[in-house]
């Protein structure tokens, strides 16, 4: 049981660096660095959440004529 919750923490800890993983963000390991730092304070959390939400596309999409 202590070890379910321990992942359970552990994931919702590092939440924000696998989404960024998730969507294959260009910054996921920088982004873990600072999560794994900061990511204990609710507002290094959120920004952490916020970076991996703002994904750059490197996708220029369709070319307008």
Known sequence: MEG???ILILTAYF?????ASA???PS???LFF???LVG???AGWI??????KAHASTDP?????
Do not use: F, Q
């Open 23 to 25: 969507r294959d963000h």
């Open 28 to 30: 996921t390991g920088a």
């Open 40 to 42: 204990w304070t609710i």
């Open 61 to 65: 999409g369709p070319r307008r004529s």
């Open 15 to 19: 939440l924000p660096t696998l989404y």
């Open 47 to 52: 920004v952490c959440l916020l970076w991996a």
């Open 34 to 36: 600072v999560n794994l």
């Open 4 to 6: 379910a919750l321990l």
